[in-house]
């Protein structure tokens, strides 16, 4: 199994809305990664689970909550959201903590994501 | 900070045509650069990935250079087909987590 799935593939949500994205992978790999990327623009980094614990937050505002409860499983929380918000957001995951050069991050294809 | 550029911002070409998509950096203090293809509305695939020590790699069709003490990569893509026509994304890895640090991409079309 070499891939990441995410899920849902499509969302649609009102502004006073709670949801939460899910992110999967069974390949073992110890760091995991949520992306936002808007249309015609390149991914941006938002967070950076390693061995389960945060290790990275792209001063990402606080309506956006990730968990990582165990190895192979990555939520993102959605609360309040703005329609600014709206977007494609892409987890992956990476082997880690392995030979730095030799590593490529796994992306998974996407939850569209639409904030009315 | 690390900046990386992508040119050109999207390229056209007839089915056949050998091409050339050109990334440059800032930043020399990378581990590995990676070409990675984005077709519409979905995630990424990695293409190619070139570690620091290395000059280039191939795969089929595709071939990937990389000078990191001039800061610059290029992906040829040999005998173009339709099913290439995708947004080539150029990333490249530094720091502690392994921050990758995209360009904006080329938006490449092939025309049968």
């Known amino acids: 199994d070499t891939e990441v799935t995410q899920t849902p593939k499509h969302l649609v949500m009102g502004m006073t809305n709670k949801k939460s994205l899910k992110c999967e992978q069974h390949?073992?790999?110890?760091?995991m990664y949520w992306y936002k990327q808007k249309a015609k623009k390149p991914p941006e980094l938002m967070f950076v689970?390693?061995?389960?614990?945060?290790?990275i937050n792209e001063s990402v505002p606080s309506r956006f909550s990730p968990e990582c409860p165990n190895s192979s499983l990555l939520n993102l929380h959605l609360h309040a959201l703005q329609p600014e918000d709206s977007a494609l957001y892409l987890c992956?995951?990476?082997?880690?903590?392995?030979?730095?050069?030799?590593?490529?991050?796994?992306f998974g294809p996407g939850t569209r994501l639409t904030v009315l | 900070k690390q900046e990386v550029t992508q040119i050109p911002a999207a390229l056209s070409v007839p089915e056949g045509e050998n091409l050339v998509l050109n990334c440059s950096f800032t930043?020399?203090?990378?581990?590995?650069l990676q070409w990675f293809r984005q077709d519409p509305g979905k995630g990424l695939t990695s293409l190619l990935l070139?570690?620091?020590?290395?000059r280039e790699q191939t795969s089929g069709r595709l071939n990937a250079s990389l000078d990191k003490s001039s800061g610059r990569s290029t992906l040829y893509i040999a005998a173009s087909q339709p099913g290439d026509s995708a947004t080539y994304l150029c990333?490249?890895?530094?720091?502690?987590?392994?921050?990758?640090?995209f360009g904006k991409g080329t938006l490449l079309t092939v025309n049968p």
């Open positions: 992956a995951s990476r082997p880690g903590p392995g030979p730095l050069s030799t590593d490529t991050q796994y």
């Open positions: 390949m073992g790999h110890r760091a």
């Open positions: 689970y390693s061995y389960e614990k945060l290790s």
């Open positions: 930043d020399s203090a990378i581990y590995n």
């Open positions: 070139i570690q620091s020590s290395q």
């Open positions: 990333a490249v890895t530094g720091g502690s987590n392994y921050k990758l640090t």
